[in-house]
Structure formats: structure tokens, C-alpha cells
């Protein structure tokens, strides 16, 4: 595997160094085993922040997914794959860990923290 650095939030510091095999070792730091649906989800994101250079929120994430991928253009499908750590005892801290699974998502494809982003 690729050796690579993330920031203290968890998100990679050098965004180039994004491979498949990175994805997979940050979603495992989550708790997140990737799956086809979350490959989508991921390749999504990626397209998006190619297109816009801006890591996608969640409602643009929603609607840029029913182009391609309408089973999955919902919040609630997005929560599922990307759900917060099942350790509520953790305090608040601003990682891709709290809020948003925009936020997971983005920490997963190798993206900037989405700004707007609880």
C-alpha cells in the first residue's frame, strides 16, 4: 500500500497521493468497509470536485448522484453507507468521524473537507 499522510481532522494532506488502496485504508479508519455502492458514491465525489473544485455537500452530492446513480441519490441511503462511528462517548471533534457523511465521503475519495459542512 501507498504511504500517505492525513491531516489531524483525517483528511489527506496530499491529495495527489489518492489511490484505491488509500480510500480503502481510510475508509477502514472509520469503520467503513467499501463496497460497489460505495465505490459509486466515492467516483461521484471525485467527479464532482473535478468539475467544480469543491468538495461536494450533502444536497449537491444527492443531486449529482441521479444522473447515474439514482438508488443512491438520497440522504438517508448516503447515511447508511457512510454512518457516524457507532462510539458516542468520543467528544466532538471536527473529523470526518462527526456530521455529515459528505464529510466521510469526502475524507474516503481523497477530497478536501467540504466547507458548509457541519
Keep these: 500500500m501507498a504511504s500517505f499522510t492525513t491531516d489531524n481532522d ?4 496530499e491529495l495527489e497521493l489518492w489511490s484505491e488502496s488509500v ?6 479508519s472509520l469503520g ?4 460497489q455502492e460505495h465505490w459509486q458514491v466515492i ?4 467527479y464532482f470536485y473535478q ?3 469543491l468538495s461536494p455537500v450533502m444536497r449537491p452530492m444527492v443531486n449529482a448522484l441521479k444522473a447515474d446513480h ?4 438520497d440522504s438517508l441511503t448516503l447515511m447508511r453507507l457512510f454512518p457516524s462511528p457507532e462510539d458516542a462517548s468520543k467528544p466532538p471533534t471536527p ?3 462527526n456530521g455529515s457523511p459528505a464529510k466521510r465521503i469526502a475524507c474516503i475519495a481523497g477530497l478536501p473537507r467540504p ?3 457541519l
Design 95 to 97: 473529523s470526518p468521524t
Design 51 to 53: 468539475t467544480y473544485q
Design 10 to 13: 483525517g483528511y489527506l494532506v
Design 32 to 35: 467503513i468497509k467499501l463496497t
Design 43 to 46: 467516483n461521484c465525489a471525485r
Design 23 to 28: 480510500a480503502e485504508a481510510l475508509a477502514e
Design 115 to 117: 466547507t458548509n459542512c
Design 70 to 73: 439514482p438508488q443512491l441519490a
